[in-house]
Every structure is written in structure tokens, then in C-alpha cells.
């Protein structure tokens, strides 16, 4: 009489092809994506020309945003993240805004309520930094 042990060895063995069926749980999630890409078209302005990033630490800070027609800047009236230092003002004209996360300096932010972009990453991606000044 065989043991159970025997018996699931001869199985396996009589067989083979189980082997090849993956039977480890499947964690990636192929809808994830596709709730992500729904979620950044919903905050995005359809007419925007991109999302932009902090440059240094990646966080979005603009959903909305049109590019500049002669510099690579762009501008935008709704932005995330972002934080106007009122204290200063440059030009006599902008008030500098900085990262919240990093503290790096973005954009101004000019008296008709629009901010100018000069220093950040955009999707798709470009690399801009148009600053002279330390970050
Ligand atoms: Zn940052």
C-alpha cells in the first residue's frame, strides 16, 4: 500500500505539463493604470500642453497650463503644491513660488494672478531649468 506522499509524487510525475501552468497570484492589477491616466485626464484642462513637475522632487504642480508662445515657459492660473512667498517681490512685478514639498523655486507669480512657470519637468517630458538663481 502506498503512502499519500507516493501517491502525490506519482502525479506529479504522471504529469509534467502542471509544471508549466504559473500558479503564483497575479499582483499586478492591469486596470490600475488605466484608473491613473482617468484620473490625471479628469484634473486635466483638455486644452493644456502639459503637466508639470517639480524638478527636484517630481511633485505635480500644474494640471493646466498653456506654454508660452516665444520662451519655453509656461503659465497657468490653477497650480498644486505651490507656494507664493508675498514677502518678496521681484521686478517690482513677481512674487518668486516655491515647491511646498522641497522648497524649490518654480515660477512667479505675477499681479494678475497668473503664474509663470521657468523651472520644472514637463510631460511630456522636457527638461527646463530657465532659473539664473540657486534652487
Ligand atoms: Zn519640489
Same mark, same amino acid.
Given at each position: 500500500?502506498?503512502?499519500?506522499? =507516493? +501517491?502525490?509524487?506519482?502525479? @506529479?510525475?504522471?504529469? %509534467?505539463?502542471?509544471d508549466?501552468?504559473?500558479? &503564483?497570484?497575479? !499582483?499586478?492589477? %492591469?486596470?490600475?493604470?488605466? $484608473?491613473?491616466?482617468?484620473?490625471?485626464?479628469?484634473?486635466? *484642462?483638455? +486644452? /493644456?500642453? &502639459?503637466?508639470?513637475?517639480?524638478p527636484?522632487? !517630481?511633485? $505635480?504642480?500644474?494640471?493646466?497650463?498653456? +506654454?508660452?508662445?516665444?520662451? *519655453?515657459?509656461? $503659465?497657468?492660473m !490653477?497650480?498644486? *503644491? #505651490?507656494?507664493?512667498?508675498?514677502?518678496?517681490?521681484? *521686478?517690482?512685478?513677481?512674487? %518668486? @513660488?516655491?515647491? $511646498?514639498?522641497?522648497?524649490?523655486?518654480? &515660477?512667479?507669480?505675477?499681479?494678475? =494672478?497668473?503664474?509663470? !512657470?521657468?523651472?520644472?519637468?514637463?510631460? %511630456? #517630458? @522636457? @527638461?527646463?531649468?530657465? /532659473? +539664473?538663481?540657486?534652487?
Amino acid at each position: 500500500m502506498k503512502t499519500v506522499l =507516493e +501517491k502525490a509524487d506519482q502525479q @506529479v510525475e504522471s504529469d %509534467p505539463d502542471d509544471d508549466i501552468v504559473d500558479t &503564483a497570484p497575479d !499582483f499586478y492589477d %492591469p486596470e490600475a493604470d488605466e $484608473r491613473d491616466a482617468q484620473w490625471v485626464s479628469e484634473l486635466m *484642462n483638455e +486644452k /493644456s500642453d &502639459a503637466i508639470l513637475h517639480c524638478p527636484l522632487c !517630481f511633485t $505635480r504642480i500644474c494640471y493646466d497650463c498653456q +506654454k508660452h508662445t516665444e520662451y *519655453n515657459q509656461y $503659465r497657468a492660473m !490653477f497650480v498644486f *503644491n #505651490l507656494k507664493v512667498i508675498k514677502s518678496e517681490l521681484l *521686478n517690482k512685478e513677481y512674487h %518668486p @513660488v516655491e515647491c $511646498r514639498e522641497c522648497g524649490c523655486r518654480v &515660477a512667479v507669480y505675477d499681479q494678475e =494672478e497668473v503664474y509663470h !512657470f521657468y523651472h520644472f519637468i514637463a510631460e %511630456p #517630458l @522636457v @527638461v527646463v531649468n530657465g /532659473s +539664473k538663481s540657486s534652487c
